[in-house]
């Protein structure tokens, strides 16, 4: 097993409220890894931890073998992790063409000079991510649409964008939060088809999913969160029939 | 340009050649028409090209980057003021236009990062009354530094200006061949045509680009445009500092073809009507800045040609002073913009984007 991404005793508070304490998790080169738990549970905030949007009270997060730098998102996408949101969160005046090329802006290099004289390099350039973008934009199935504007886009077609346009920042690690909250039996089928692309083409995902059935049939492991701790790690099978996930799941044990 | 083509009712959507053509034949021969009208129209359709500039400019702020500025009338400032402090008796300097012009707008783009770097953090309103302090931080230094150590000049502003003056070339002067006059107005507007047209080939360059699809992204939506990996702090002071430039460069030229400056010119409400031009154009779009530059320079003129003898001859007397109807017409076409077409008067359909470089064999 080959680490790409190490979680060290990750803790957040937000006033007196503890949104993550201690979570630790390894994530393998290549694997699906889940990240689930009742509403609440810290799921988000890890994400938000992890890909800068909030600085950790505690811990550190290792990428490749490197620490990845804090509150810097533009680093963390530097570095190799794109995200989705939970809310769907597009470039609405922008197409769908445009907002996946927007996504390539961190592998790009052109300067304001190379653009005011549009020199060989910026043309070139910028062809280049046009035909990623489309080609992108076909990956992910919504080719048609690419000179939509993107908030006229249907909702399943807005999620498979936003995948198109975290993938065109050509990450390692792609973490969806809940990219099939709120679509239907169909969608899910064919984002879960979509994810399984994904990792088949090397990006390793790391998904957090309400959907039992599809964290189930997807992941190669899991991590159960409840109240921001780490209450379970392993393969679904095992997690499925864990006492714990079942009571926080379910409410059960003292609390019932 | 091809926006400014498209834009035209009918003719755009039909025959873009043509309307093309009609954009160009009109920007070539606005002054000479104008001159049948006397000199002053012309002088307001060399006013026009600047306000244009600067509404260029700022809606390069505003409209691309999503940045409400409301002193941006400090850039325009700080230009021309580097134009009066080098090239004007004032301090006895007297440096060539082709080195005044790059510095003036130079130091309006580092005006624009030092404004843009304490504003980083903030959004919309806040933001608004930031920068509307700081141009007004910079119209009250320009109106006081005129002691201990006299350096503005204080409200009197600065007198005598050096002309413009191209490689030997004096554009304040008329030229005579013969019998046939060639008034200065004219090449001031061919001049300054040329600097809008620049401007709009860089705006547009920059709007098709990975800095303007950028900013775009910001604009819309902060969070996200981070999460892809887009350096917010750094694409914001670009585009102040871009911004300003443009600012900085039709302010230099302003006080050169003006030959004077004063502080009075730089006041809140020249920043509000450069927005409005912005705003009534189309936010987010080249063509919009254009035409609201025009239509707002021009008609308050018309106006005031108008408004005069139409009341005289209906009641013998003067009621309404044309300033006064300038700000009521004024307020009245925003507020029915608003109403009517809250686009502006050309919506921003702004591409970011080639999609015909993707290869044709390709696209299905």
């Known amino acids: 097993m080959i680490k790409l991404l190490e979680a060290r005793n990750i803790g957040k508070r937000f006033g007196g409220l503890t949104a993550l304490s201690e979570v630790s998790l390894t994530i393998a080169k290549g694997e699906v890894y889940g990240l689930i738990g009742p509403n609440g549970a810290g799921k988000t905030t890890f994400f938000n931890v992890l890909t800068g949007a909030y600085i950790p009270d505690e811990g550190e997060f290792v990428f490749n073998g490197i620490e990845l730098p804090v509150g810097k998102p533009h680093l963390v996408v530097e570095a190799g992790i794109a995200r989705t949101f939970q809310n769907i969160r597009l470039f609405g005046q922008m197409t769908a063409l445009e907002n996946v090329m927007a996504g390539h802006h961190i592998r790009t290099k052109a300067s304001v000079w190379g653009i005011l004289t549009q020199n060989k390099h910026t043309r070139e350039e910028e062809r280049l991510t046009t035909e990623r973008a489309y080609e992108l934009l076909k990956y992910v199935g919504i080719e048609r649409f690419a000179d939509t504007v993107c908030k006229n886009l249907s909702y399943g077609d807005q999620r498979r964008l936003e995948i198109a346009r975290a993938l065109a920042t050509e990450p390692q690690l792609l973490a969806l939060d809940e990219p099939a909250a709120g679509m239907n039996a169909t969608e899910t089928t064919q984002l879960k088809a979509l994810i399984e692309q994904i990792r088949h083409d090397g990006v390793t995902v790391l998904l957090i999913e309400h959907d039992v059935k599809l964290v189930m049939g997807l992941c190669d492991r899991l991590t159960v969160l409840d109240f921001g701790k780490k209450i379970a790690e392993d393969v679904p099978s095992v997690v499925q029939k864990n006492e714990a996930v079942i009571n926080a799941y379910l409410g059960g044990g003292k609390h019932a | 340009m091809d926006q400014l083509a498209e834009a035209i009712p009918y003719l755009g959507k039909r025959n873009p050649k043509a309307a093309r053509w009609l954009v160009i034949i009109i920007a070539l021969v606005a002054p000479i028409i104008a001159m049948m009208f006397g000199r002053t129209w012309v002088r307001i359709l060399d006013f026009a090209l600047l306000y244009m500039m600067l509404a260029l400019g700022l809606n390069l702020v505003v409209g691309f980057a999503g940045l ?185 030229l302003f006080g050169s073809f003006q030959g004077f400056v004063s502080p009075e010119s730089f006041s809140l409400m020249e920043s509000i009507a450069v927005l409005t031009m912005v705003v009534f154009g189309g936010m987010g779009n080249i063509a919009g800045a254009v035409i609201g530059a025009l239509i707002l320079t021009a008609l308050p003129e018309i106006l005031r040609n108008i408004a005069v003898p139409v009341q005289e001859t209906l009641f013998g007397h003067v009621i309404l002073d044309p300033e006064v109807l300038r700000m009521l017409l004024l307020s009245l076409a925003m507020i029915l913009m608003m109403l009517l077409r809250p686009g502006g008067l050309i919506p921003a359909h702004a591409r970011y984007s080639r999609p015909e470089l993707v290869g044709k064999g390709v696209r299905t």
């Open chain 2, 68 to 252: 409400l500025d409301l002193g941006y009338i400090a850039f325009y400032a700080v230009g021309a003021y580097t134009w009066a402090f080098l090239a004007s008796p004032h301090f006895g300097v007297h440096f060539p236009f082709w080195a005044v012009l790059p510095l003036g707008a130079g130091f309006a783009a580092l005006a624009g990062i030092i404004l843009g770097f304490p504003v980083l953090r903030l959004r919309g309103d806040y933001l608004a009354i930031v920068t509307l302090g700081f141009g007004e931080i910079v119209r009250i230094f320009m109106n006081n530094l005129n002691y201990p150590v006299n350096i503005t000049n204080g409200p009197q502003g600065i007198n005598a200006l050096d002309s413009m003056n191209l490689f030997g070339w004096d554009l304040a002067k008329s030229l005579t061949i013969g019998d046939f006059q060639i008034h200065s107005l004219y090449f001031y507007y061919y001049f300054f045509l040329a600097c809008v047209v620049g401007s709009i080939i860089f705006i547009q360059r920059l709007q098709i680009s990975r800095v303007g699809r950028a900013w775009a992204a910001m604009r819309d939506d902060e969070l996200a445009a981070k999460a892809i990996g887009i350096n917010t702090r750094n694409l914001k002071l670009l585009a102040f500092s871009l911004g300003a430039t443009f600012g900085g460069v039709a302010g230099g």
